[in-house]
């Protein structure tokens, strides 16, 4: 796999970036709903039951920070109002489709087959 192929995206780093000082400061501030140790790492040390969010967090980091291998659509211009476009068979000047009523003055047309 070569770097060149993957896509760094800031907005996705910014977002990792985000998620790791969220963790750090979850893990400081959790201590009033820490609950039961799941392991011990010292005697004073050890990984409870709130941590796993923090580490939840970390591993979302990690995914989100993880490069794609596509690569981004380029940037379009805003959607500008779109006029319809006239049918293709239609010449340009033609006139509406539909029932017309008899200009005072001229002939009637011919009658249809």
């Known amino acids: 796999m070569r770097l060149q192929s993957m896509v760094f995206s800031t ?3 910014l977002l990792a970036a ?3 000082v969220a963790a750090v400061l979850w893990t ?3 201590k009033p709903v820490e609950g039961e140790v799941l ?3 010292t005697r004073r040390h050890g990984v409870t039951t709130a941590d796993l969010l923090s580490v939840l967090m970390l591993a979302m980091a990690v995914v989100i920070a ?3 291998r596509r690569r981004p659509e380029p940037r379009r211009e ?5 006029v319809a476009a006239p049918p293709p068979s239609a010449p340009r000047n033609a006139p509406a489709p539909g029932p017309t009523r008899p200009v005072p003055g001229t002939p009637p047309p011919p009658p249809r087959r």
């Open 66 to 68: 993880w490069p794609s």
């Open 28 to 30: 400081r501030i959790n």
């Open 11 to 13: 907005r996705r780093l």
């Open 39 to 41: 392991l011990e790492l």
């Open 78 to 82: 805003p959607d500008a109002p779109r």
């Open 18 to 20: 985000l998620l790791v």
